[in-house]
């Protein structure tokens, strides 16, 4: 039985899309998750046709299960994780059962974001930074950046904006890395920078890098930065895309990968790429849903059949502009009911509605990008048509809450 083991999934985004595709490709297909209640829903998995609950995602743990799998007569043929932070430890198990093609060094150095601006410090692409561990004199510490503000301050470890801060001034960025400390013995101050802020999405075949897809992001500011519009575009200028592969192809080279997925935020400052972060895995939400119904892509799928040995199928079945705005609060509260959702699903150019929490749900002000709380997906020939209809579309969404 050809079997693919998947490490943690979301209920809905590129993961559990990941775990549709293994499914539609004939795989049978095993979840190993933490999460009680994806035991209690059970039926509402019925791409994953094994799942099981684990007590922690520890090595040990995980190669015990797997064993137990193979003594079933399951064939493994990959071990994957499409979650923070899985990637890495996925495939040094899927390089000892399965002779994986993708190398978990380049990935460890991903996914920790110290490892990542230590591989790049030579290069253009990377801002300034420095790293803080508990064993340094804070005071002396902040004392040498404070030139350096406005600063972001992070967890080497976060992801999704969670641990996150900006720090625009010197009492800001104590408190800033006081707050972190709790959680954290080290970490990394980054320099801010300013300018628009892009997202590529990468595959790594053979050595040869494919830009899957630019896109222009839309933050907002809460207390933390989130984005809040994920913008497609289809036909960038020559030069700019030139710029972007030249960027790209350098990083990715920095990094040793030969095979693999990854996606890149970056931002234009004064007319050059800078790093803002990279992750080893394609990006989660509605990322995968951008770029099918944009290019009639499906990039999880085609993200496997790379990790699998076989070469991706990248041609584009059509090519369109599609935005999507995601739905917060501005308040924290229990949720009550949702309204408008047919209402927006009506509008011509919308593709998706999607309404992540359920009744009774509580809800706040995002803090990171899982208290984002849906999106409206829209695709038109004209870029500033698709941005309008999803906004006006999800104008019409109403999130009811008990306050608290």
Not at 227 to 243: A, E, R
Request: proline share 5%.
């Amino acid at each position: 039985m050809r079997t693919i083991v998947f490490i943690e999934t979301n209920k809905s985004g590129s993961s559990r899309e990941a775990i549709k595709a293994a499914e539609r490709l004939g795989f049978f297909t095993v979840l190993l998750t933490k999460k009680q209640t994806f035991i209690d829903q059970r039926t509402e998995f019925p791409d994953v046709h094994q799942m099981i609950l684990v007590e922690s995602f520890d090595y040990k743990t995980l190669k015990k299960n797997i064993i137990k799998l193979e003594k079933q007569g399951k064939k493994i043929k990959g071990i994957f994780s499409f979650i923070d932070p899985f990637v890495h430890l996925a495939f040094v198990l899927s390089k000892e059962f399965c002779h994986s093609v993708v190398s978990p060094d380049p990935i460890l150095k991903m996914e920790d974001k110290v490892l990542t601006r230590e591989t790049l410090k030579d290069l253009p692409v990377s801002p300034h930074y420095a790293i803080y561990t508990s064993d340094d004199s804070l005071e002396d510490f902040i004392e040498e950046q404070k030139r350096h503000l406005p600063l972001i301050v992070k967890s080497p470890v976060s992801a999704g904006s969670k641990d996150v801060l900006l720090a625009n001034d010197e009492n800001e960025l104590k408190q800033a890395m006081k707050k972190l400390l709790i959680k954290t013995e080290q970490i990394l101050l980054e320099e801010y920078l300013p300018g628009p802020q892009y997202l590529f999405e990468v595959l790594v075949h053979n050595g040869n890098v494919h830009i899957i897809a630019v896109i222009e992001q839309e933050i907002t500011f809460f207390e933390r930065f989130i984005v809040t519009g994920y913008c497609l575009l289809p036909d960038p200028k020559q030069h700019f895309y030139d710029s972007i592969f030249e960027a790209v192809n350098t990083i990715v080279k920095a990094f040793q990968m030969k095979n693999g997925a990854c996606h890149l935020e970056m931002r234009h400052v004064n007319g050059a790429w800078k790093l803002i972060e990279i992750n080893p895995r394609i990006s989660g939400g509605a990322m995968n849903r951008i770029i099918e119904v944009g290019y009639g892509i499906n990039l999880a799928e085609e993200t496997i059949q790379l990790m699998l040995g076989n070469a991706p199928r990248l041609a584009k079945k059509h090519s369109k502009y599609v935005y999507a705005h995601y739905l917060t609060v501005d308040m924290k509260g229990k949720l009550i009911k949702v309204t408008g959702k047919n209402r927006s699903s009506n509008y011509p150019g919308v593709d998706e509605v999607y309404i992540k929490p359920r009744q009774g749900k509580i809800l706040r002000p995002p803090l990171s990008m899982g208290d984002r709380c849906g999106y409206v997906l829209a695709s038109s020939n004209d870029k500033e048509e698709s941005k309008n209809i999803a906004k006006k579309a999800a104008s019409e969404i109403r999130f009811y809450l008990e306050p608290i």
